[in-house]
């Protein structure tokens, strides 16, 4: 069962100038349906600055938003000038201080760039996106000045700034409307010729009163004219990242888009305007006048109402708010029925597809073909990143303690890889980023064993992964990665860390609650502990079989000591939130001794009737998280990027503990070896059979589902025998019954698949020989009754699904 997903806006479009020094003829905000702007203040205020910093502010704290996207904009925002820039800046830092990261951006024309600005946006860390519409010749057809003056050189001025190396870092990247007027390959060399950061190719704005030009007639020109850059991007390497290219790929893989006029991801910006207004996409402006409006503003509207606004809760639907057309296309996922405001239509609103829906299926059909028709590589034996021995361990469902420790050091480089990644996302602003980096390099001399040791706990990929994706700014995670590793190594260093919501984040060793209000503290190690300094408040955390310090401020992890098996029980990580399931407050003492007994139960029995997975689970499983469940449920989950843990909540018994253990531990071998190898086709968008559930699965779901139940088919094969009663021991029988049956079903489903690479078919083959010695084991009549009629019924359940979904 998903987890609910809370709706939140965390991408801020905020005016503060209304005007602009050009006279685009394509312009939505003036050029378009909607003359609200001439009624609007030319310069936000600092009132309003400030006001809408705390609403933003008030908003990410409430929904524990990791990172904040705001965006500067106009009408041509450097017509604010640098002192209300600043003030934008600083009061958007000040209200975020210590509730949510700022990614802070300007979209500009750049005829105004000059060093003094990029000087100002070097000091206050925000990035530049520039407008760009290719060549002189295409630039000026649309970018002019209102006497028709060309904007080019200007505009290259500023883009020759920004490609200096002390502005550099500034550079977001380039944006570009379509005309296809205009040469697609002169457009493209021309802006790859700049070196930006990334391309963002704009369709024009238009609607169904409105369509777009289609000079001669021709049925998808902006298709044509996008597969013609696409090819020459696709030929020379993909050598920079363009955006719509990009999102489509990323679509047909499953994945988000990375911009709103694709995929089906729910809506998570507003704009407010000049005068503090929320309004709504600025896109709408295109469809009609005021279109985009919602009647709130930012005294007396929170963002919570926002997007209780009747246009937000539209575009928080996925494909359940588009027309029936829409949601009957292939190519829908990718698409996501395009840009809100191109679907528009006087009369029927917004339920239509959109004006540009044929060049749309015919771009990602294009390139859903492209990508198909070239051929992957097949690997050789000598080629596999796995010993053959530990792949056909993996294959078999099991793996010993040596294969799965260089599983977890396979998981370790990547790790790594990661954290080298996120150095350079460090702004040259973000002093805290540099220090931390730079104690992490001293660190990695002096330390290099502790360091890894801090690297491989579980939650330090999804951190960084998140602040590759923009989520989360570096400097608080790497001070945490730095502050752990000197306390481990016991170092007499001194280092500050940034706080959130008042608790120092420790990863490994656990966490210290600090006063509210503090956004950082001092850390100092030793060798016989450490000390905290925050405010007023100091705290000495010393060594003694392990790390003790003053209840309730110290919050240690503590550790299940099995013979043989060391395993932490982490209820303080605020990174822990991975598992699908909600976590599980801080567990009491008493609580904590009910879970020791329950693991100390769970590793007697893995290690007595489960041997074949007992070493794997002593050499891999270092952390379990703690899980809420509503009356008491069994709920598990494992987190593909999260190497080393799982999360349950605590069940009724030991036996069933044992069983979440070896079930989940299951995904997280898998989720390793895939990892390193492909065992199936990531752009098969197919759906499959799957017999334990009514609806179908994606390649990858069913392999996932597949592998984990070779080992809850073998737990209830060896309950059957030693469960404690002889009814336990019916309903052993029975569940083995079923669960060998539906495992044999799925991998006959997924060697049927057509998806698998040959490593993948040799992996799922050697599932199969486990799962096929276990099909001639007698079991009684009874028992064989009840996992056919179970078969059966997931059956018809599957087929009336598949029916209605058809």
Same mark, same amino acid.
């Given at each position: 069962?998903?987890?609910?997903? *809370?709706?939140?806006?965390?991408?801020?479009?905020?005016?503060?100038?209304?005007?602009?020094?050009?006279?685009?003829?394509?312009?939505?905000?003036?050029?378009?349906?909607?003359?609200?702007?001439?009624?609007?203040?030319?310069?936000?205020?600092? *009132?309003?600055?400030?006001?809408?910093?705390?609403?933003?502010?008030?908003?990410?704290?409430?929904?524990?938003?990791?990172?904040?996207?705001?965006?500067?904009?106009?009408?041509?925002?450097?017509?604010?000038?640098?002192?209300?820039?600043?003030?934008?800046?600083?009061?958007?830092?000040?209200?975020?201080?210590?509730?949510?990261?700022?990614?802070?951006?300007?979209?500009?024309?750049?005829?105004?760039?000059?060093?003094?600005?990029?000087?100002?946006?070097?000091?206050? !860390?925000?990035?530049?996106?520039?407008?760009?519409?290719?060549?002189?010749?295409?630039?000026?057809?649309?970018?002019?000045?209102?006497?028709?003056?060309?904007?080019?050189?200007?505009?290259?001025?500023?883009?020759?700034?920004?490609?200096?190396?002390?502005?550099?870092?500034?550079?977001?990247?380039?944006?570009?409307?379509?005309?296809?007027?205009?040469?697609?390959?002169?457009?493209?060399?021309?802006?790859?010729?700049?070196?930006?950061?990334?391309?963002?190719?704009?369709?024009?704005?238009?609607?169904?009163?409105?369509?777009?030009?289609?000079?001669?007639?021709?049925?998808?020109?902006?298709?044509?004219?996008?597969?013609?850059?696409? *090819?020459?991007?696709?030929?020379?390497?993909?050598?920079?990242?363009?955006?719509? =290219?990009?999102?489509?790929?990323?679509?047909?893989?499953?994945?988000?888009?990375?911009?709103?006029?694709?995929?089906?991801?729910?809506?998570?910006?507003?704009?407010?305007?000049?005068?503090?207004?929320?309004?709504?996409?600025?896109?709408?402006?295109?469809?009609?006048?005021?279109?985009?409006?919602?009647?709130?503003?930012?005294?007396?509207?929170?963002?919570?109402?926002?997007?209780?606004?009747?246009?937000?809760?539209?575009? *928080?639907?996925?494909?359940?708010?588009?027309?029936?057309?829409?949601?009957?296309?292939?190519?829908?996922?990718?698409?996501?029925?395009?840009?809100?405001?191109?679907?528009?239509?006087? !009369?029927?609103?917004?339920?239509?597809?959109?004006?540009?829906?044929?060049?749309?299926?015919?771009?990602?059909?294009?390139?859903?073909?492209?990508?198909?028709?070239?051929?992957?590589?097949?690997?050789?034996?000598?080629?596999?990143?796995?010993?053959?021995?530990? =792949?056909?361990?993996?294959?078999?469902?099991?793996?010993?303690?040596?294969?799965?420790?260089?599983?977890?050091?396979?998981?370790?480089?990547?790790?790594?890889?990661?954290?080298?990644?996120?150095?350079?996302?460090?702004?040259?602003?973000?002093?805290?980023?540099?220090?931390?980096?730079?104690?992490?390099?001293?660190?990695? /001399?002096?330390?290099?064993?502790?360091?890894?040791?801090?690297?491989?706990?579980?939650?330090?990929?999804?951190?960084?992964?998140?602040?590759?994706?923009?989520? /989360?700014?570096?400097?608080?995670?790497?001070?945490?990665?730095?502050?752990?590793?000197?306390?481990?190594?016991?170092?007499?260093?001194?280092?500050?860390?940034?706080?959130?919501?008042?608790?120092?984040?420790?990863?490994?060793?656990?966490?210290?609650?600090?006063?509210?209000?503090?956004?950082?503290?001092?850390?100092?190690?030793?060798?016989?502990?450490?000390?905290?300094?925050?405010?007023?408040?100091?705290?000495?955390? !010393?060594?003694?079989?392990?790390?003790?310090?003053?209840?309730?401020?110290?919050?240690?992890?503590?550790? =299940?000591?099995?013979?043989?098996?060391?395993?932490?029980?982490?209820?303080?990580?605020?990174?822990?939130?991975?598992?699908?399931?909600?976590?599980?407050?801080?567990?009491?003492?008493?609580?904590?001794?009910?879970?020791?007994?329950?693991?100390?139960?769970?590793?007697?029995?893995?290690?007595?009737?489960?041997?074949?997975?007992?070493?794997?689970?002593?050499?891999?499983?270092?952390?379990?998280?703690?899980?809420?469940?509503?009356?008491?449920?069994?709920?598990?989950?494992?987190?593909?990027?999260?190497?080393?843990?799982?999360?349950?909540?605590?069940?009724?018994?030991?036996?069933?503990?044992?069983?979440?253990?070896?079930?989940?531990?299951?995904?997280?071998?898998?989720?390793?070896?895939?990892?390193?190898?492909?065992?199936?086709?990531?752009?098969?968008?197919?759906?499959?059979?799957?017999?334990?559930?009514?609806?179908?699965?994606?390649?990858?779901?069913?392999?996932?589902?597949?592998?984990?139940?070779?080992?809850?088919?073998?737990?209830?094969?060896?309950?059957?025998?030693? /469960?404690?009663?002889?009814?336990?021991?019916?309903?052993?029988?029975?569940?083995?019954?079923?669960?060998?049956?539906?495992?044999?079903?799925?991998?006959?489903?997924?060697?049927?698949?057509?998806?698998?690479?040959?490593?993948?078919?040799?992996?799922?083959?050697?599932?199969?020989?486990?799962?096929?010695?276990?099909?001639?084991?007698?079991?009684?009549?009874?028992?064989?009754?009840?996992?056919?009629?179970?078969?059966?019924?997931?059956?018809?359940?599957?087929?009336?699904?598949?029916?209605?979904?058809?």
């Amino acid at each position: 069962m998903d987890r609910p997903i *809370q709706p939140a806006l965390s991408q801020f479009v905020l005016k503060v100038h209304s005007r602009c020094d050009l006279a685009c003829d394509h312009c939505y905000v003036y050029e378009h349906a909607d003359t609200s702007w001439r009624g609007r203040p030319k310069v936000v205020s600092e *009132q309003i600055l400030a006001q809408v910093a705390d609403r933003i502010a008030e908003h990410a704290g409430r929904h524990q938003l990791p990172t904040v996207h705001v965006v500067l904009h106009g009408g041509e925002p450097l017509l604010a000038g640098p002192v209300r820039l600043r003030r934008a800046a600083e009061e958007l830092r000040r209200a975020l201080r210590g509730v949510s990261a700022l990614d802070l951006r300007m979209h500009t024309n750049g005829v105004l760039l000059d060093e003094k600005f990029c000087e100002l946006f070097l000091e206050l !860390g925000v990035k530049i996106g520039v407008s760009l519409d290719g060549d002189k010749v295409s630039n000026d057809r649309h970018r002019r000045y209102a006497d028709g003056r060309s904007s080019h050189d200007k505009v290259m001025r500023a883009v020759e700034l920004l490609n200096r190396p002390r502005y550099r870092p500034l550079f977001a990247g380039l944006l570009c409307t379509i005309d296809v007027e205009n040469d697609p390959l002169a457009v493209y060399d021309a802006l790859v010729e700049l070196a930006p950061p990334r391309i963002d190719f704009l369709l024009p704005h238009a609607t169904w009163d409105t369509p777009p030009p289609r000079p001669g007639g021709a049925a998808t020109p902006y298709a044509d004219w996008l597969e013609a850059v696409y *090819q020459r991007w696709d030929a020379a390497g993909r050598t920079v990242p363009v955006r719509i =290219f990009d999102s489509v790929l990323r679509t047909l893989r499953g994945e988000s888009s990375l911009t709103e006029s694709l995929g089906l991801a729910p809506a998570d910006l507003v704009v407010i305007e000049t005068d503090g207004t929320f309004e709504q996409a600025d896109s709408l402006k295109t469809s009609y006048d005021r279109a985009a409006a919602t009647g709130m503003d930012v005294f007396t509207h929170s963002l919570d109402d926002v997007l209780e606004h009747p246009g937000m809760l539209a575009r *928080q639907q996925g494909i359940e708010q588009l027309c029936p057309q829409c949601r009957a296309c292939p190519v829908v996922r990718s698409c996501g029925g395009g840009l809100y405001a191109h679907r528009y239509r006087t !009369g029927g609103g917004f339920d239509n597809p959109s004006v540009f829906c044929p060049d749309l299926l015919a771009l990602v059909t294009t390139i859903r073909d492209r990508e198909a028709a070239v051929p992957a590589p097949t690997p050789r034996a000598a080629e596999l990143p796995l010993e053959q021995g530990d =792949f056909d361990a993996l294959a078999a469902g099991f793996g010993g303690a040596d294969t799965i420790t260089r599983l977890a050091a396979a998981q370790l480089d990547i790790n790594q890889e990661l954290l080298a990644a996120v150095s350079g996302c460090i702004a040259l602003s973000d002093r805290e980023g540099a220090a931390a980096w730079e104690l992490l390099t001293h660190l990695d /001399a002096e330390a290099p064993a502790e360091l890894d040791a801090v690297l491989a706990h579980p939650y330090t990929r999804p951190w960084a992964l998140s602040v590759l994706e923009g989520r /989360a700014a570096p400097a608080g995670g790497l001070a945490e990665i730095a502050a752990a590793t000197v306390l481990r190594a016991r170092l007499d260093l001194s280092l500050t860390v940034p706080l959130k919501g008042g608790l120092l984040r420790l990863p490994g060793l656990g966490g210290v609650l600090l006063p509210e209000g503090c956004d950082q503290a001092e850390v100092t190690g030793g060798a016989e502990g450490f000390t905290v300094g925050a405010g007023a408040r100091r705290l000495d955390i !010393g060594w003694h079989e392990g790390l003790e310090g003053p209840a309730p401020h110290w919050q240690p992890v503590r550790l =299940f000591e099995g013979d043989g098996w060391s395993v932490a029980i982490e209820d303080t990580d605020p990174l822990r939130d991975r598992h699908a399931w909600p976590v599980s407050r801080r567990i009491a003492d008493d609580e904590i001794k009910l879970w020791a007994e329950d693991l100390t139960g769970a590793w007697s029995l893995i290690r007595r009737e489960l041997p074949a997975y007992a070493d794997g689970v002593a050499a891999g499983l270092r952390l379990i998280t703690p899980l809420h469940a509503p009356h008491g449920s069994n709920v598990s989950a494992a987190c593909k990027e999260a190497w080393g843990a799982i999360g349950a909540a605590r069940p009724s018994s030991p036996d069933q503990l044992a069983l979440l253990i070896v079930h989940e531990f299951q995904h997280v071998k898998l989720a390793a070896v895939l990892d390193a190898v492909d065992l199936y086709d990531t752009a098969d968008r197919g759906l499959y059979y799957a017999p334990w559930r009514p609806d179908p699965r994606p390649i990858g779901g069913l392999l996932q589902g597949t592998y984990a139940h070779i080992a809850v088919t073998d737990f209830w094969r060896v309950r059957r025998e030693t /469960a404690a009663g002889s009814v336990e021991r019916g309903v052993a029988e029975t569940q083995f019954a079923r669960w060998r049956r539906q495992t044999a079903e799925a991998v006959e489903e997924l060697l049927g698949s057509g998806s698998l690479t040959d490593l993948g078919r040799s992996f799922v083959t050697g599932m199969g020989e486990t799962v096929g010695g276990r099909q001639h084991e007698p079991v009684s009549p009874a028992a064989l009754s009840a996992a056919d009629r179970s078969a059966r019924r997931h059956r018809a359940e599957w087929k009336a699904r598949a029916e209605g979904a058809s």
